[in-house]
């Protein structure tokens, strides 16, 4: 439970950096997206990796999670 939290902070991390470091230069105030380039490498990189991190986390969480228990109430 501690490591999904773990790798869920680490993705969420990933995610906000890609796009509030400064030499990427992300305005979401901006409504003239046109005059800007495309995304840069190290933005997309950031954003992917926190997009698997995050996609993988809760896939563990459902495979941890949805295992049958062993003690159910038919055994009583």
């Known amino acids: 439970l ?12 990933f995610l906000v950096l890609g796009c509030a470091l400064p030499q990427y230069k992300y305005d979401s105030f901006n409504y003239y997206s046109f005059v800007y380039n495309i995304i840069q490498w190290g933005a997309c990189g950031l954003i992917l990796a926190g997009d698997t991190v995050m996609f993988c986390t809760i896939l563990a969480y459902f495979i941890v999670f949805n295992q049958d228990d062993p003690f159910g109430y038919s055994s009583w």
């Open 2 to 13: 501690v490591a999904l939290s773990f790798f869920a902070a680490i993705g969420l991390t």
